[in-house]
């Protein structure tokens, strides 16, 4: 209503309300003006119109039986009436005052199709009541003529449930519904004069008045519920997406799950952003600022090993960094705004597919594809689930939060030949090892003991027989930083060390150096603001600020090259079992913490932390299990981290006997996966540094 522009003074929300006012104003004078006490002094009526009315009159009062208001009001029918007219006053409430949030749900985005939408019921109303009620009065039946309209009316609203939020067959029953109340509202009248008379009349009548319009306070709240995403609903939809994981840019089926239900919530769709990206864009008010969030889609090559009851149903591929749970929290926020929108401005959700691809990731492709610019923001967010640290905590940090990732494969090419004449070669395996060798040096050497740089050699492939020395070798790396200097640093030494090496061994080398996801810089403001509202959901002692750096990296990068936003990291738990919160993402027993699509929108309208008694369980879990960890005088314990075969463990109790009672309580013990070898009471710490 909001959004229609004002002249002369008056926003368009007041002319709203006058074209509305006045005509019932002026009708009204009209009524005080023309209106007489009975059929007899009327002016308006003819001479045959007003015998009629008269022996109608007449007849009816001989009919009545009741003319004492207190007599009447011992008549159970008045009562029966006042109940029938209250499910009247239910229904005519849910037409005016859901159909347009039904069409909305049913996909009519803007507020000009919704009017003309809104307003076919009616007009099909006005032609139908009219003869309907006709044919009650040449009949001189009411009965039948009130009950079955509001018996199909009452059917046609169970069927309209039904079928929402599909619009032809919404529209249809909602025309239904609307033709029969008003048919049953307008005969319904005729009962009350039938058998009271006087000051029963007037008094009875207004008795059945007062209790119906009550119905017109407690329709609303009946089906307020409604509107929540529930936990099972929001639930539910991750364990579907966890189900049927797709790899970067395959994304077909999760893009359509997610077009279909930004549609059914009223939101402009458009598909393809990007490849197989899904833009959502919500406009409500007057207001000029806009937003845009932001959910990756895709899954990992992975293999998943959660044995969990909605584990993946395709072999090779699974949600195992979380983004099954981030499209349905940001769903579940889509479908919260839209039926608030307690907000004023241009909301736009970004659906991002290829998270994991890598350089050509899918936030390249959808800013490639004209992203900001097809849909600007003034600001942009992010959030990623962060394993190891407790479900709910909100990790934030302005400036460089994640670092640059790129990678380069160095190609070495040698002289093969025979094991056993190795001096007749130039043998690649031992030019590259001594390339993984100075590598070691690059960044203890080069870079700043105050800065921070990671180069790792994640592949080393080179011949496939033990006698024969091949002729190439490829190795695989690895490079991350925060300095944008150190990082071209590290890309002209990789390719002077390289050759250098391979020079000296009489070889030759090739590098293929790609730059990858740049640092994830969040902005001063936009980071304030963010911690700032987690600090109200959740409290201080759950918000990390600034929180350290990470040194994974993120495409959402790309996006914050382009717009203010910032980059969050939300707490997925500390857990130990098998497809707990702490287990560590891109690994086969990996899940999404559950708990956390209590959290469902962080913007820079509105952040929502959606509560629900479902969620009690779950967090009251949380907070028992955060306690076992971090209170005093409990157990603390190293949390589960994919493959911690050979690791030792410490952990502080009481005494040996609490600690093997709390390790002897670990899922993983008592499947079996995990086998309690030693347990060593260490000597108490005496030192002067961080322990």
């Not at 494969?409 to 590259?432: C, E």
């Not at 911690?531 to 409290?539: I, K, S, T, W």
């Not at 076992?628 to 314990?637: A, K």
Request: glycine share 10%; with cysteine; proline share 5%.
């Amino acid at each position: 209503m909001t959004a229609f522009q004002g002249t002369h003074g008056l926003a368009g929300w007041q002319w709203l309300f006058l074209a509305e006012g006045l005509p019932c104003v002026l009708l009204g004078a009209v009524a005080l003006w023309y209106l007489d006490d009975s059929p007899s002094n009327a002016r308006w009526l003819s001479d045959a119109e007003r015998a009629l009315l008269l022996a109608e009159t007449d007849a009816t009062s001989a009919r009545s039986r009741h003319a004492a208001l207190r007599t009447a009001l011992k008549d159970p029918r008045v009562y029966a009436m006042a109940f029938s007219y209250f499910c009247l006053v239910c229904g005519l409430y849910t037409v005016s005052f859901w159909l347009p949030t039904l069409l909305r749900v049913a996909g009519v985005a803007s507020t000009a199709e919704l009017g003309w939408y809104a307003a076919l019921p009616y007009l099909a109303t006005v032609i139908a009541v009219p003869l309907l009620a006709g044919h009650s009065d040449r009949r001189r039946e009411r009965r039948m003529h009130s009950a079955i309209p509001a018996v199909a009316g009452a059917l046609g609203l169970l069927l309209a449930a039904t079928l929402s939020p599909r619009l032809g067959g919404l529209l249809l029953c909602m025309t239904l519904v609307t033709i029969c109340i008003y048919t049953a509202y307008v005969v319904f009248w005729s009962f009350p004069t039938a058998y009271l008379r006087g000051t029963a009349a007037a008094g009875g009548i207004a008795f059945i008045n007062s209790i119906g319009l009550l119905g017109g306070f407690i329709d609303p709240y009946c089906k307020v519920d409604d509107l929540r995403p529930s936990f099972e609903e929001m639930r539910a939809l991750r364990h579907h997406l966890h189900q049927h994981p797709e790899l970067a840019f395959e994304e077909e089926q999760t893009a359509q799950l997610v077009a279909e239900r930004l549609r059914a919530w009223g939101y402009v769709v458009t598909t393809g952003v990007g490849n197989t990206g899904v833009v959502g864009t919500l406009r409500v008010g007057s207001g000029e600022r806009s937003i845009g969030i932001r959910a990756d889609m895709d899954a990992l090559p992975i293999m998943e090993d959660t044995g969990l009851p909605y584990a993946s149903l395709h072999r090779g591929r699974m949600h195992a960094c979380g983004h099954d749970g981030h499209t349905a929290m940001l769903l579940g926020a889509a479908r919260q705004l839209s039926q608030t929108r307690n907000f004023s401005g241009t909301v736009h959700l970004y659906f991002q597919p290829a998270e994991e691809k890598g350089y050509d990731s899918g936030a390249r492709a959808m800013i490639a594809d004209g992203l900001f610019d097809r849909f600007p923001c003034d600001a942009v967010f992010g959030m990623h689930n962060h394993p190891g640290v407790a479900q709910g905590t909100f990790l934030l940090r302005p400036g460089a939060f994640m670092s640059a990732g790129d990678r380069a494969t160095v190609t070495v090419k040698g002289i093969g030949g025979h094991a056993a004449r190795p001096h007749l070669t130039v043998d690649p395996a031992v030019v590259a090892s001594s390339i993984v060798m100075a590598l070691q040096t690059l960044v203890s050497r080069n870079v700043d003991p105050a800065e921070v740089a990671v180069v790792t050699v994640g592949s080393i492939q080179c011949g496939f027989a033990n006698n024969v020395i091949a002729d190439s070798a490829t190795l695989h790396l690895s490079v991350r930083s925060f300095n944008p200097d150190i990082r071209d640093m590290l890309r002209r030494r990789i390719t002077d060390l390289v050759h250098a090496q391979a020079q000296s061994y009489g070889a030759a080398a090739e590098v293929d150096y790609v730059m990858g996801y740049p640092v994830v810089f969040n902005h001063e403001e936009e980071t304030a603001f963010a911690a700032e509202v987690a600090r109200e959901l959740v409290g201080d002692d759950r918000v990390i600020a600034p929180a350290e750096p990470v040194m994974a990296s993120e495409d959402f990068a790309f996006m914050l090259e382009r717009r203010p936003g910032t980059f969050i990291r939300l707490g997925n738990g500390v857990g130990n079992g098998v497809g707990d919160g702490g287990c560590m993402v891109h690994n086969p027993r990996y899940d999404f913490n559950d708990a956390n699509l209590t959290f469902l929108a962080l913007s820079r309208m509105r952040t929502d932390l959606y509560s629900d008694a479902d969620f009690a369980p779950l967090l009251e879990d949380e907070a028992q299990r955060a306690r076992t960890l971090y209170m005093e005088g409990s157990v603390r314990q190293i949390w589960y981290r994919g493959d911690q075969r050979g690791a030792c463990s410490i952990l502080e109790a009481e005494s040996i006997e609490a600690a093997r009672a709390v390790i002897e309580s670990l899922p993983l013990v008592k499947a079996g996966m995990l086998e309690l070898e030693h347990l060593v009471p260490l000597q108490p710490y005496r030192g002067f540094g961080p322990r």
